[in-house]
């Protein structure tokens, strides 16, 4: 992504724009394969959309930006004789988002009782979807804003390929059955020893964070770069492990108020939590359900599926804190770290690898990509300077900047080529259902 | 039902048996036929249970009542070496409705985000529990105790077919596409007239209601007969009609608090309600969503799809009253009135009917049996000396008596040989999903 | 109430009208008289209105529904120059209970939220519609109908002032000094035994139930006579005590569903409920906390503050029923008990008061009037050929008629002459917070 | 406060000590003075709390942390004989707010329906508190943790007097006889013309925010100094009014979803917003209520009852954004203005008043203290290297930085000496309640 010769992620001529689209919608379609019919259809939380819904969802977002968009342009220019024609009116409404712009959305809590269009007819849809696109795509009728739409498009959609896979694992977790996604390598023990954790220094200073590649493509949240002061800090060499975790745990962590912000306890007590989501105490011993189903707890790898008020309070307790978004992206841009070597979507674990002795002695703070996105202690808010995208998509970041912390580096279901030093994840601070990890500071 | 010739509802012989058996589970996989996979999974309301899960739940009542109950007595009695084994011991949990006895359910508004066992693994389900009923049946393990249970679980399993007609009608209707469930007669139309409403008397005096045919199949709460003591009053000569109630909607009924209980206005500025439920005028044109789709509003069809709380706000809009179940009961009994004629869910029509002069010429108070339940003004209370059904099986019907009202008739979607003069359905007094209806009575 | 000679509830004479005005505003006020100013404002649940809320209500429905009333009337008649003028427009907003033809009513919730006006503006308030009252009754402003709608107003001011002593014991009781509203005869100890208890027998057959006293005021809910047919039935001869309901409780009869109607048990999880309202386990000793303050529980008291739910889920632990509201009544009316002798507001205690041997010698079936409203096994609802009051106060009762189950009898926070065979009391099945308890029948 | 003489926040003798508490005890008395003892009770919203919990609270605070606390510590030092005995144990209970650490806090939402203690035995508690509290500041039990928790309750105190107004103005508010609290000058009208709105430019660097004031009072969230980079950026010369926010409401502002973030376009839907809080639209012509009353709208007063979600669209309306409380800082320091001149409590109007042309010429960005705390757009958050309060007291403002925005500047009801360049008020984006306006910046 940032080199300098052909990156899969930034076409830029016919070809690469076509290959690149066929990728992302296939790529989204095989995540959905091992699913069963019934599987496409869950929705167990509001915020944990049904797989069908994900695969519409993700193709309405072309009809609504490019396809019906340019379509009365183009005919206007003579580029094409009949505007494009929707397959059907009501997808506009059961497919859309949360783009008021562009109608009301269908409910998000009810996007898991439509049973119609079924799922084949979901897959018809995309179908019907790619040959305009393609046809757009290698044709005069792609234009700047065509192209821009169309990389905004693909970036989308990795955003929902991930949300498809978090999603049905919660979808999933809640079934007393604890259903396989997909059995992966996952449960090959990882090592039995790991590194010390220990904190490498950073100098103080003015720096920069923020969207600094011409030619590549970033969110407008990434941008404009912003000079950030950062005092003097240090950053974990790793990432808490699942057996650090459980120490906060057995020494009453979940108890104890004084290790918690305010709201946070109120969800501990409320919604009862005593650990991070999805594990399970089996007489006695510790398991974690994973996409693989469920599994003995290995207390090497790091801790995931912790809100932002677990990861505080387990820095609070350890005697840390967590990282801003501005030292996590120095330390990474210091380092020269890559995305490369992370553990991501494309490792095909789907589930935290432990870190080894190589990973730290070559990266000196190893684990900064993939695995689990690392918690910062930043607010999620705009950039000095920032401009929200263009009518019409401008809805699609801008308006969250309230009430959400900042996630940095990548899971280990996010795909590698949609990560980079500037990305910036968002979530409130009590969720727990992404694959979430804590990273300290001090 | 109520002949003394061989009667399919309550079979005496072996083979009887074995064909009874078989008939109730086949009607049940024939209501689901017409579904696409994805349909079974719906759940749009807590009170509408997914297809699927009608389909587990009627399998499990076998599992849990006779096929686990009895087998470790026959393994005691040398009828049987090995015990009943469960295909998945958590079927117990998951297809549990509400019986405590038997151990905690799987929490009602989760059925429809469970997406295993799969359709297919549930009719797999089905055949498990099936080959081994059968056996039972066909056997010297066929006791008095199994006759009862397995007649039991017949009527069972009749009442979640008509629930699966109701709750998928609701289900999918809440989707914009307005799906059709099947293709049936109704949308030819009803007769262009019909006869007036006219009020037919009875005389007072002590009379009985209940269950009085030995040897038939009776619910526990409609036992033991119940002397009651009636003044003189009149019925209506048919049901109310869509024209009828439209009336009462454009004269602003659903606008004036002084027709209705206090619940029931509660109900209406918190919910909105403005006509019955599945009713839908679009562009000044009244339809209503049927199990056909969306069709044009027949005026002439008695109305359904109200609650009680509209029944009884129309009933004194107009200026009569709701008859009590025991004025129901006797206008049946006194009237020699059998179900044969109403129209039930075998006419296949699964929709109202408009009344005929002919209907009313036969039966003089026409429509008592059939096309929608009629809300009775009686509360949902035992009879006096009513035991509830044995240990085990004891929470079927006695634990739900408060706050709900009784219903009488059976509707359009009810199984002819499932209904009787003594049959005591009930709601609670909000309910609009079933195919419930107005009956008046001054 | 039901001598010939003078009545006090039910005046005929000028004078008699003003005395009988005069004692019921009274008896209110010096019910209030004990409270702080704090205590008249407090409402800790919805249904607990403040006293002030209670003082200024009863005052408004003599202006809603006499003074405005017939003030134009009287002007026109000329019996008046000027039409009634409110003395605050707005309090005809803040003072409305549910009464949707006058106007919309101030939230209930919110009442405990309104400091103004003051208590000392609300007994001004009260002085003034009083003034304007005791000059319409000495005056040949008295017709029939302001006849009918003071001895109206007069027992719903009763009603409330039994609301105000449930009201303040619930609103007082959640706070943990417990506060005292008045300290009486209650902490002496009743007798140290009680009689056994047994069942006393009735005849079949039909009987009547319903307001009989020609000139005598009653609710419209106890219209017209209704006939009964009643099964040969037994009532216990008391109620059942404190002691026998903590054998309920220790036999673990709130962890056992079997006892309980579906919603019961509902309550019983979600509520946590673990004993009547108002009892506390201290250290092991029971106390329950009563107007005068936190006192040890008396064993041989009638146990009060259950719900219908625990109610029944008593008689079912202990092998009986509850009576229905028509046993209650003809059991009364054969056995000539009057409400004389029971234990009303009027005898001081504001508490319950153990049976003696004496009690049952002299009445066969004791307590029947008095100490705690008897939950019967009858669904509130209207009797055959039942009328709503006149135009404008017709919401006083009919409207609640679903969902509630009747209550006889009167408790000891009643006033003595408000009481009467006929008189329908009538509550949610969960409520707790009256002085409600267990009449046992079989 | 920024003086180098006697600094009556900041007592370094004993009789400076005892002229500080006092005089703190003092205000928050007189601030409850016009009030009826029914206005002390009212708590229309769980964060609106009743004068007569905080007139306990206030006082609870110096129990619980410095009279309990050193208690003991002193006896065992000789200093007294008698460890402090509290008034009533229960009120540790009671005016707890939310210290963990002390205890369970009796529920917030339930604070007004406490009746006793009554409001004179109030008085009595805090007159109680008064006499250790004088002895102990008069004596030498004064050590080092007593003043700085004398200082830390003055200040603690203060902020409970801010509360004190806001909250009974939310708490009246919702009467509909609008009560008064106090007749202020608030109606004499402003100035006809106010000056236009200008943007005033500060340069960008590295800058320093936080408390910098050896030996004065500061909050732990103000510390230590925090280093922040600012780019350029211009001011608002004054507060968005009355009249620029009705012409963002004429103009359909709380009508079109884009101004607004996504959480507050939830608020304004649900809530139904359509103006700040408590202005009413009488008959076309806006009003708005305050603390003396319901007044006329004055265009020309600054906005105030906005949230944060109201400020930001506002902002975003007009083509401007928030500034950050970096930006605000600055600009305060750098413009060398102190409170003095604001409109803080002590000119007695507690309202907003107009910015006049003087006020822009003698400070080049007017009304940066006083009138409103005013919305950035920084969240709540810790500054680098942050430490709580000591054990015992760390939970006063710590476990609240999470999803809440920083406020800058004192408001109308702010004692002017409570105030200071560095101070951080925080609330929820959706707070309305509080006196909190609009700076616009670009």
């Given at each position: 992504?940032?080199?300098?010769?052909?990156?899969?992620?930034?076409?830029?001529?016919?070809?690469?724009?076509?290959?690149?689209?066929?990728?992302?919608?296939?790529?989204?379609?095989?995540?959905?394969?091992?699913?069963?019919?019934?599987?496409?259809?869950?929705?167990?939380?509001?915020?944990?959309?049904?797989?069908?819904?994900?695969?519409?969802?993700t193709?309405?977002?072309?009809?609504?930006?490019?396809?019906?968009?340019?379509?009365?342009?183009?005919?206007?220019?003579?580029?094409?004789?009949?505007?494009?024609?929707?397959?059907?009116?009501?997808?506009?409404?059961?497919?859309?988002?949360?783009?008021?712009?562009?109608?009301?959305?269908?409910?998000?809590?009810?996007r898991?009782?439509?049973?119609?269009?079924?799922?084949?007819?979901?897959?018809?849809?995309?179908?019907?979807?790619?040959?305009?696109?393609?046809?757009?795509?290698d044709?005069?009728?792609?234009?700047d804003?065509?192209?821009?739409l169309?990389?905004?498009?693909?970036?989308?959609e990795?955003?929902?390929?991930?949300?498809?896979?978090?999603?049905?694992?919660?979808?999933?977790?809640?079934?007393?059955?604890?259903?396989?996604?997909?059995?992966?390598?996952?449960?090959q023990?990882?090592?039995?020893?790991?590194?010390?954790?220990?904190?490498?220094?950073?100098?103080?200073?003015?720096?920069?964070?923020?969207?600094?590649?011409?030619?590549?493509?970033?969110?407008?949240?990434?941008?404009?770069?912003?000079?950030?002061?950062?005092?003097?800090?240090?950053?974990?060499?790793?990432?808490?492990?699942?057996?650090?975790?459980?120490?906060?745990?057995?020494?009453g962590?979940?108890?104890?108020?004084?290790?918690?912000?305010?709201?946070?306890?109120?969800?501990?007590?409320?919604?009862?939590?005593?650990?991070?989501?999805?594990?399970?105490?089996?007489?006695?011993?510790?398991?974690?359900?994973?996409?693989?189903?469920?599994?003995?707890?290995?207390?090497?790898?790091?801790?995931?599926?912790?809100?932002?008020?677990?990861?505080?309070?387990?820095?609070?307790?350890?005697?840390?804190?967590?990282?801003?978004?501005?030292?996590?992206?120095?330390?990474?841009?210091?380092?020269?770290?890559?995305?490369?070597?992370?553990?991501?979507?494309?490792?095909?674990?789907?589930?935290?690898?432990?870190?080894?002795?190589?990973?730290?002695?070559?990266?000196?703070?190893?684990?900064?990509?993939?695995?689990?996105?690392?918690?910062?202690?930043?607010?999620?808010?705009?950039?000095?300077?920032?401009?929200?995208?263009?009518?019409?998509?401008?809805?699609?970041?801008?308006?969250?900047?309230?009430?959400?912390?900042?996630l940095?580096?990548?899971?280990?279901?996010?795909?590698?080529?949609?990560?980079?030093?500037?990305?910036?994840?968002?979530?409130?601070?009590?969720t727990?259902?992404?694959?979430?990890?804590?990273?300290?500071?001090?």
């Amino acid at each position: 992504m940032i080199s300098e010769e052909f990156d899969i992620a930034n076409p830029t001529q016919t070809d690469e724009y076509l290959t690149y689209y066929k990728r992302i919608r296939k790529d989204t379609e095989d995540l959905a394969s091992p699913l069963a019919i019934e599987d496409y259809m869950i929705q167990a939380m509001t915020n944990a959309s049904p797989t069908k819904w994900h695969l519409g969802h993700t193709s309405w977002f072309f009809e609504a930006f490019i396809l019906k968009k340019f379509s009365d342009l183009q005919k206007t220019q003579g580029l094409i004789t009949e505007p494009y024609t929707p397959q059907n009116e009501k997808y506009n409404y059961l497919f859309n988002s949360y783009y008021q712009d562009v109608g009301t959305p269908w409910p998000r809590h009810q996007r898991g009782n439509v049973s119609r269009p079924t799922v084949q007819e979901v897959y018809g849809f995309r179908e019907y979807i790619d040959s305009f696109m393609l046809n757009v795509l290698d044709s005069n009728l792609r234009d700047d804003n065509v192209e821009v739409l169309t990389i905004l498009g693909g970036n989308h959609e990795q955003q929902h390929q991930e949300l498809i896979l978090t999603d049905i694992k919660y979808n999933l977790s809640i079934n007393p059955l604890y259903p396989v996604y997909k059995k992966t390598d996952t449960l090959q023990p990882g090592p039995t020893e790991i590194p010390d954790l220990e904190f490498v220094p950073f100098d103080s200073g003015v720096i920069e964070i923020g969207h600094t590649t011409p030619g590549c493509f970033a969110f407008d949240n990434e941008m404009p770069i912003k000079k950030v002061y950062l005092e003097k800090y240090k950053l974990a060499n790793r990432l808490v492990t699942n057996g650090e975790f459980l120490q906060f745990i057995n020494a009453g962590g979940y108890r104890d108020h004084r290790y918690w912000l305010s709201e946070g306890w109120d969800k501990v007590r409320t919604e009862g939590w005593s650990s991070p989501m999805h594990w399970h105490n089996i007489d006695g011993t510790w398991h974690n359900y994973t996409l693989s189903g469920l599994k003995r707890l290995d207390l090497n790898e790091p801790v995931t599926h912790v809100s932002y008020f677990e990861a505080d309070a387990y820095a609070k307790w350890s005697g840390k804190r967590l990282p801003t978004e501005g030292e996590w992206e120095h330390a990474v841009r210091t380092l020269g770290i890559t995305p490369e070597n992370g553990n991501f979507r494309e490792s095909g674990l789907l589930h935290t690898r432990a870190v080894t002795f190589e990973d730290i002695e070559q990266q000196k703070v190893a684990q900064l990509y993939g695995d689990v996105w690392e918690w910062t202690a930043s607010s999620y808010l705009p950039y000095p300077g920032f401009n929200v995208l263009a009518e019409g998509i401008s809805e699609y970041n801008g308006k969250f900047m309230s009430s959400q912390f900042v996630l940095r580096g990548g899971s280990c279901v996010t795909p590698v080529d949609h990560i980079r030093p500037s990305y910036r994840n968002f979530w409130h601070p009590d969720t727990q259902f992404q694959f979430s990890g804590i990273r300290l500071a001090e």
